[in-house]
């Protein structure tokens, strides 16, 4: 079974994406709201927390910041060292990652934002998994954006099943 991490600020067309990744044998881990969301749409998901064995902290401000997380992510499969790290640590690869980052931008636009809201926009986990990510691409696909998920489909999964409707 393959392994995707889901966390993204931007839900648009979520649901049907994920959906069609558990129907071509992914096993979905994610955070916080995604997670919720996936929930109630009765995808079933590994919370990060289940992953790595320790709690969200600093009001969500460390969520994937954590070696079982990085290490799926960063583990050079052709390296029979790097495999055999993940085995002694009990580390499960990650082959996808769709995440997209805190609307930073849009938070300081607004006139009104205070500056305590718009440091809490600075994204550190999203940016630390897409550079993880990409440091990996002959291993890990990622998605940043929602409007590429037709794409990923195409490019990525060639033998794409959708999900459930």
Not at 109 to 118: C, H, K, R, S
Request: negative net charge.
């Amino acid at each position: 079974m393959k392994r995707a991490l889901v966390s993204v600020s931007d839900k648009t067309n979520l649901v049907p994406f994920v959906k069609g990744l558990v129907a071509n044998d992914y096993e979905i881990v994610s955070t916080g709201g995604t997670k919720r969301v996936l929930d109630e749409a009765d995808i079933p998901t590994i919370s990060v927390e289940d992953v790595t064995g320790f709690p969200e902290i600093l009001d969500g401000r460390v969520k994937t910041l954590n070696p079982y997380i990085h290490g799926g992510l960063l583990a050079r499969r052709e390296l029979p060292e790097h495999v055999a790290t993940l085995k002694e640590h009990k580390i499960t690869p990650i082959d996808l990652v769709c995440v997209n980052l805190y609307p930073f931008k849009q938070t300081i636009e607004n006139p009104d934002v205070t500056l305590a809201e718009a440091i809490e926009n600075i994204d550190i986990g999203g940016p630390s998994m897409v550079r993880s990510a990409s440091k990996n691409y002959r291993d890990v696909t990622i998605v940043v954006d929602q409007a590429d998920y037709d794409q990923v489909k195409k490019t990525a999964l060639p033998a794409w099943k959708p999900g459930p409707a």
